[in-house]
């Protein structure tokens, strides 16, 4: 497959050679049927789907990334547990993040907190709404005492 400066293209899986059949590989079993169509548009497909694959691999290569950091965080919590219960200490780690992969919640610990695997609303993403909620209890509160006075 060639670019629009010539330039020969490789995609993964496939041999350097250009096809020169009118059909286009999608998976093992899926082809494409592009007979109808003109050999620039068979060239611009065929670079769409090389660009469409190259982006495929990106993904699974951050993919991989992210799982191999989740893992190394993962195991450093478990180590940084296993070291404050050698030394008696208690230890309680919270860990929210949002990845390619997910979003992933963990607490890990000694404690009884960890045990129970309860995280915080912050920790969980959630909003502290409580000054919000003390708020409206405050004018409720001042409503009521307007109303009250006023008989």
């Not at 219960?85 to 990845?99: D, F, K, L, P, V």
């Not at 000694?110 to 912050?122: E, F, Q």
């Amino acid at each position: 497959m060639s670019d629009e400066k010539g330039r020969n293209l490789q995609v993964p899986g496939q041999s350097a050679e250009v096809p020169t059949d009118k059909s286009l590989k999608l998976t093992q079993n899926d082809v494409i049927d592009l007979s109808g169509l003109s050999d620039n548009q068979v060239s611009e497909l065929r670079l769409q789907h090389a660009k469409g694959l190259l982006s495929l691999q990106q993904k699974a290569q951050e993919m991989k990334i992210d799982v191999a950091a989740l893992d190394a965080s993962l195991n450093s919590f478990n180590d940084q547990t296993a070291k404050a219960t050698q030394n008696g200490a208690s230890a309680t780690i919270q860990h929210s993040q949002t990845s390619s992969i997910g979003r992933t919640e963990v607490i890990i610990g000694n404690t009884d907190r960890a045990a129970a695997g309860k995280l915080s609303r912050s920790a969980s993403g959630e909003r502290d709404r409580t000054l919000m909620i003390i708020g409206i209890i405050a004018v409720a509160v001042v409503l009521v005492a307007m109303f009250m006075g006023g008989k």
